[in-house]
């Protein structure tokens, strides 16, 4: 008899994880998993702490406590492992206005180190897939707001990262943009690409995430699977957690 596979490790592993901004807590003792292939939507008012939790799984914040691990290892111990393994699309795309979109995707591959043929490979598909072709010798400089999204989503992409950090993705999109966007993010997550994304549009959690998160003040208030045709109850309980913060403050 075979004996059973271990089990892998999940893509993202937070662990009371803690931080503070502007000498007040952003993030309280979080603790959140992800396995390979979930698409998990993280919802909350303004201020909330997505974005600060975004950045500390990117990698750009350091936690004040607790522990993030990525793949079973301790990321912020190993950028190189951050490198290869997160695309991340902060809430405005960190693009460079003197270079054009292709340069951009160039300069990400080599960031990452990626071997010429399958950067060159990586790019053209891209390019392609996230309808950026036709102004692929464009400046950054001069792109329209949801052309710089999609090449922010481009950059994220190009590595095949195993995990997907994206901070509000469907600002700035047309309406063809986002249903392309939400029909590109299941195919990422059916090929086992972790997917987490902040937004404030609960149709695109619903639209797309097969599990939600609900932070509140810092604290996650909610983390559970999202059955489809679940938008009316997916508002109730953010709207119940939303208000009920407010009653308190008043
Ligand atoms: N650059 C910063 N410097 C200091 N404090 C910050 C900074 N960015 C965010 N904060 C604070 O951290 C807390 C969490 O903010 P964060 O941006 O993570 O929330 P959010 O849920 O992403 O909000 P939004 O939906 O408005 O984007 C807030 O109290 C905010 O004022």
Redesign the pocket.
């Known amino acids: 008899m075979n004996a059973p596979k271990p089990a892998l490790p999940p893509v993202l592993q937070l662990e009371k994880v803690t931080r503070r901004?502007?000498g007040?807590t952003?993030?309280r003792d979080l603790d959140l998993s992800l396995q390979r292939g979930q698409v998990l939507g993280l919802l909350?008012?303004?201020?909330?702490?997505?974005?600060?939790?975004l950045a500390m799984i990117a990698g750009a914040l350091r936690p004040d406590g607790g522990s993030i691990l990525l793949q079973g290892q301790d990321f912020l111990e190993q950028p190189e492992l951050a490198r290869q393994a997160i695309g991340w699309l902060p809430?405005a795309a960190p693009l460079w206005p003197e270079l054009t979109v292709c340069e951009h995707l160039e300069a990400h591959g080599r960031l990452r180190g990626m071997p010429r043929a399958d950067l060159t490979r990586a790019r053209d598909a891209i390019l392609e897939r996230l309808e950026l072709k036709d102004i692929s010798r464009r400046l950054a400089g001069v792109l329209s707001q949801g052309q710089r999204q999609r090449l922010g989503l481009a950059c994220a992409l190009l590595h095949r990262p195993a995990l997907l950090v994206l901070?509000?993705p469907a600002n700035a999109l047309d309406p063809v943009q986002v249903v392309a966007l939400r029909s590109l993010l299941r195919e990422l997550a059916a090929n086992g690409t972790a997917v987490i994304l902040?937004t404030?549009q609960l149709a695109e959690v619903t639209a797309v995430c097969d599990r939600v998160a609900i932070?509140h003040e810092?604290t996650l208030r909610y983390d559970a699977p999202l059955p489809a045709d679940q938008h009316a109850a997916l508002e109730k309980t953010f709207f119940d957690i939303a208000m009920a913060g407010r009653a308190q403050a008043a």
């Open positions: 901004r502007a007040r952003a993030v909350g008012v303004n201020g909330a702490g997505k974005s600060t939790t809430e901070d509000e902040s404030h932070l810092g």
